[in-house]
């Protein structure tokens, strides 16, 4: 049994990583420092070289430690962006949201084929197995006949419930299909919050995320996360002294747009805050498959204890965003309300697509291109952190995430990201300015980037952004 899914009770490994964590922390061991070989540790703590390598692979994915070949383990940290999480934090008050006229322009230009999209943070077309997934939608529609025209009514389609519930270890009674992960978004807002009330999200935050609760008539209050270990803790038990939170909103693994993963300690530590206040948490774990390791970190949604977690996700970074399928798993005290919501809002979704990617699950398909996505996108993000260490002005610093395929770049002070906009379309490149990543309009000098797009031939213009940002023109 897993220990940690039952409750405090932490594995062998996990407590070795949270001692080194701890080291590195409390400023034992700083940025570039090189940590105890695997011998020694296993000798000192007594455990053995399994365990230990194991707790490395835990920080490793955390992104507190590098591996070097033949060397050992580093504390990482060059170029990492450290966001100033104010111990004094001062909390502010929720916010209406007006992501306004700017996110119109800077979505539609995700439609353009013209443009090198670094802006949008989906897979690029090219490299999705879409010729496959056609092939799955023409078999299950000449399979089903006139039958694959007709209302799906939520829950949606049971084989794809059952696909996914197994891949979540969960019941398909548990989960309930949406269109893509921002319907779910939606209705999980909808069945946790009523117009007025306040949604906690972290600070930057993916801007559909304010988007939703824009639309909703929702207030939103910001949390300062950090892109190595996401939101503080600290400043959120603040905030909830304060406020009067309703939901809170978070990506915990591979966040966008930090790349910021939350320990297995913290999403505990996470739910037993929200949990004494009984605040649900809508997780969205969008990004959760694409570690660039071998095994993804736990949801939040497996410590669960008192059915007050809602996790969304779906098929849009791996495999199909164009499908529109998505899900939402939850358990009884949420679910019958979804189910209405969903009824409510548009019957149902389109039962093909599901079937479709449903069909490409049987096949194991869908396991062995996450495999190869993960490989690729290490790849792409450490290539485009390197050309952004290069070509953008000196003072710049960027996210290492560990997985996922969105960087995120803090420029020297005075920038402003939105401004460069314009430009950068005019040369050939979209990005996501800082600002929209903020109901406050913060990260003016922040920019996000998004890997799936870099490639040999992107990679000059990227450079030649870079040139337009030194010159400040
Ligand atoms: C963090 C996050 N959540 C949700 C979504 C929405 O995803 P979908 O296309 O499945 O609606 C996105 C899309 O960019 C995202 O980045």
């Known amino acids: 049994m897993h220990m940690a899914l039952t409750g405090t009770v932490l594995h062998r490994y996990e407590r070795v990583a949270s001692h080194l964590r701890h080291l590195i922390e409390s400023g034992t061991y700083t940025v570039a420092d090189k940590l105890p070989s695997v011998r020694s540790l296993s000798g000192q703590l007594g455990v053995s070289i399994t365990t230990v390598l194991e707790a490395y692979r835990v920080l490793e994915d955390q992104g507190l430690v590098e591996a070097r070949p033949q060397s050992g383990y580093y504390v990482s940290g060059g170029g990492l962006v450290t966001a100033r999480v104010d111990s004094n934090l001062v909390v502010e008050d929720p916010v209406d949201v007006g992501m306004g006229e700017f ?9 353009r084929r013209d443009l090198v999209q670094f802006g949008c943070a989906c897979p690029n077309p090219d490299q999705l197995p879409s010729a496959r997934l ?12 006139p039958a694959g025209n007709l209302y799906d009514i939520p829950p949606g389609c049971e084989a794809l419930r059952v696909q996914i519930a197994r891949r979540s270890l969960v019941g398909p009674e548990e989960v309930m299909l949406t269109l893509g992960a921002q319907e779910a978004i939606t209705l999980c807002l909808l069945a946790t919050c009523k117009a007025g009330d306040t949604v906690a999200v972290e600070t930057p935050t993916f801007y559909g995320h304010l988007q939703a609760i824009e639309m909703l008539g929702l207030k939103a209050v910001e949390i300062p996360s950090d892109p190595v270990h996401g939101v503080s803790l600290a400043a959120l038990r603040q905030c909830l002294e304060e406020v009067p939170v309703k939901a809170m909103l ?18 505990h ?59 939402i798993l939850a358990g009884p005290r949420y679910m019958a309300r979804l189910h209405q919501l969903k009824l409510f809002s548009n019957l149902g979704s389109p039962l093909l697509p599901a079937l479709a990617i449903s069909e490409f699950l049987a096949t194991g398909a869908f396991e062995h291109h996450v495999r190869q996505c993960r490989r690729q ?18 003072g710049t610093r960027v996210t290492r995430p560990r997985g996922g395929f969105v960087l995120w770049v803090e420029l020297p002070a005075g920038y402003d990201t939105r401004l460069y906009y314009p430009k950068a379309v005019e040369l050939g490149l ?44």
């Open 269 to 327: 530590e996470l739910l037993e805050i929200l949990g004494s206040r009984e605040i649900p948490l809508i997780e969205d774990d969008i990004f959760g498959e694409l570690s660039h390791s071998a095994t993804r970190p736990h949801t939040a949604r497996a410590f669960d204890r008192r059915d007050l977690v809602l996790l969304v996700s779906s098929f849009s970074k791996t495999l199909a965003p164009g499908y529109r399928v998505g899900w």
């Open 377 to 394: 996108y290490a790849r792409q993000v450490g290539q485009m952190t390197e050309a952004v260490e290069r070509s953008f002005p000196a």
């Open 103 to 111: 996110l119109m322009r800077y979505l539609r230009d995700f439609q």
């Open 134 to 145: 056609a092939r799955c939608l023409a078999k299950v529609s000449r399979d089903l006949g």
């Open 250 to 267: 978070l990506c915990t693994s591979h966040s966008n747009p930090t790349g910021a993963t939350l320990s297995d300690e913290d999403k």
């Open 430 to 473: 979209t990005f996501g300015p800082g600002p929209i990543f903020s109901a406050r309009g913060r990260f003016r000098n922040c920019l996000r980037l998004c890997a799936p797009y870099w490639s040999p031939v992107s990679e000059p213009i990227l450079w030649k952004f870079g040139e337009l940002l030194q010159k400040r023109s």
